[in-house]
């Protein structure tokens, strides 16, 4: 059974860091873009990273740019997302979600690689909270 397992998630002072994890069962990573989505209630689930199969491109959204690290170690069948300077307004469900690779890197694409469609296999979530 194909299967992504978020897991890292927690609850965080502003300022803190939390580090995501995204484990991949029954499938290895190695063809795939990998990102990272948040959802908020109310609000439609958004990209926030990615990292393309060969892990040489990678992408942020503007509002964590400088603060969170996307990173792969195909030996572990894991993508991970450091998460540095924690705000508030990050508090959300975190998801990852793979994407097998194709013609086109979506993740040089500003709005492909945010849009939910493109993704092929998700997570179940974890929750980060950033709150004093």
């Known amino acids: 059974q194909l299967q992504l397992v978020e897991s890292g998630g927690g609850l965080v002072q502003p300022g803190g860091s939390l580090r995501l994890s995204c484990a991949a069962s029954?499938?290895?990573?190695?063809?795939?873009?990998i990102g990272w989505f948040r959802e908020v209630p109310g609000k439609e689930r958004d990209g926030v990273s990615v990292?393309?199969?060969?892990?040489?491109?990678?992408n942020y959204v503007a509002t964590v740019k400088g603060r969170f690290t996307i990173s792969r170690d195909d030996a572990k069948n894991t993508v991970y997302l450091q998460m540095n300077s924690l705000k508030p307004e990050d508090t959300a469900v975190y998801y990852c979600a793979a994407h097998r690779m194709g013609p086109r890197d979506i993740t040089t694409d500003p709005l492909m690689w945010r849009m939910p469609y493109f993704y092929d296999y998700w997570g179940q979530g974890t929750q980060v909270t950033v709150s004093s």
């Open positions: 990292i393309n199969a060969s892990g040489a491109n990678t």
């Open positions: 029954g499938f290895t990573l190695d063809d795939y873009t």
